[in-house]
C-alpha cells in the first residue's frame, strides 16, 4: 500500500466518480482503475460500488475512507513539522537560568519575543547554578544555559547581556542601614552570609581578594545556595550580604542596598552553549544577538 493510492482513494471517494478524479489528478482513468483494483485487492475487500454513472462507496470504504484521510493528515503535519524543525522553527529547546537571573530584563524580553515568534517550539526552562548549567550542557542535557559565570574547563560560546553592579545588602535594623555609601573597611569582621565557595567559586573568591587587598576579614557566619536565601537570611537579621543591583525591585522591604564604593565588583550574565548544529538552539541565539544588536 502507498500514499498515493490513499490520495487517489480520497479523491476517487469525494468526487464518486474515476473519471472525474482523473482529472483532478491529471493521471489516465486506466492507470487509476488499476492502482484502485490493487488496492483493493491487497485489502482483500471492495471499497467501491460500481454504478452505472460512477461509484459509492461501500461499508467498508466508508470506514477506510475516515482512515486514509487521518493518516494523510499526519503524514502532511509530520512533513510541516519536520520542515519547521530543519528550520529551527520547532522542536524542544531546553534553557538553564541561574537564581536571580530570571528578573533580568533582557532576559525576559529575549524569551518572550523567541516564544512569540516560535510558537512551535517547547521551551523547558530549568533552574540550575551557573557551575551546573555548565556541567548539563556538556553532557546534553541542556541545550543553552544564562549564568553568571563561564565555566573554567569547558569549551563554550558564549554571548554577554549585560553587567550587574555588586551592592550590599543590610537589613533595616543594621547599624549601616542609614549609610548612604560605606567602605570595605566598615565591613571588616562584620557578619556577612554568603554563598558556599563549591556552589560559585569565582565569586566568592572575587569577594575574598577584595577584603584581602583591604586587610580586612570576611566574617561568613552562615552560608546560602542561592540569592534568594541570601536575601531571606539578611532579612531575618543573621548578616550582610552583596548582591546585584537589580535586586532593588525583589528584595524584602525590612532589605535595604548600600553601594560600596571600594569594592569595584561587578557580574554579568551570560548566554552559554556548546551544539550548533541544533537549528531550534540557533534560531534562539539569533533571538539574543538581534536583542542585544550583536
Not at 26 to 31: C, F, G, K, L, R
Not at 50 to 70: I, M, N, P, T
Not at 87 to 113: E, P
Not at 269 to 291: G, M
Request: proline share 3%; with cysteine; glycine share 4%.
Amino acid at each position: 500500500m502507498e500514499l498515493r493510492q490513499l490520495r487517489y482513494f480520497v479523491q476517487i471517494a469525494e468526487l464518486e466518480h474515476f473519471g472525474k478524479a482523473s482529472e483532478r489528478l491529471n493521471i489516465v482513468q486506466p492507470a487509476l482503475s488499476r492502482q484502485m483494483k490493487q488496492l483493493e485487492d491487497e485489502l482483500g475487500v471492495c471499497l467501491f460500488e460500481r454504478l452505472s454513472k460512477g461509484v459509492r462507496l461501500s461499508a467498508a470504504g466508508k470506514v477506510f475512507l475516515a482512515q486514509s484521510k487521518e493518516l494523510l493528515s499526519q503524514c502532511e503535519k509530520m512533513v510541516r513539522l519536520t520542515q519547521l524543525v530543519n528550520q529551527g522553527q520547532a522542536g524542544l529547546l531546553r534553557i538553564g537560568f541561574a537564581d536571580g537571573v530570571t528578573f533580568n530584563k533582557t532576559f525576559s524580553q529575549i524569551l518572550k519575543t523567541f516564544r512569540q515568534a516560535n510558537a512551535n517550539v517547547v521551551t523547558d526552562l530549568v533552574p540550575a547554578s551557573s557551575i551546573e548549567q555548565a556541567e548539563l550542557i556538556t553532557k546534553g542535557e541542556l541545550d543553552l544555559g544564562f549564568v553568571y559565570w563561564l565555566p573554567r574547563e569547558q569549551q563554550v560560546n558564549t554571548i554577554e547581556l549585560e553587567e550587574e553592579k555588586l551592592m550590599l545588602a543590610v537589613s533595616k535594623s543594621s547599624q549601616l542601614a542609614s549609610r548612604k555609601s560605606i567602605r570595605i573597611a566598615d565591613l571588616d569582621s562584620y557578619p556577612m552570609v554568603w554563598i558556599a565557595r563549591s556552589s560559585s567559586p569565582s565569586l566568592y573568591d572575587l569577594i575574598l581578594s577584595r577584603f584581602v587587598q583591604k586587610d580586612c576579614a570576611l566574617n561568613v557566619v552562615q552560608e546560602g545556595t542561592n540569592e534568594s536565601t541570601l536575601l531571606s537570611l539578611v532579612s531575618a537579621e543573621i548578616g550582610a550580604t552583596f548582591i546585584t543591583e537589580t535586586a532593588k525591585t525583589r528584595k524584602p522591604e525590612d532589605v535595604v542596598l548600600i553601594p560600596v564604593s571600594d569594592l569595584n565588583a561587578s557580574i554579568s550574565v551570560k548566554a552559554i552553549w556548546i551544539d550548533e548544529t541544533n537549528p531550534v538552539l540557533n534560531q534562539f541565539v539569533k533571538t539574543i544577538r538581534k536583542a542585544l544588536k550583536k
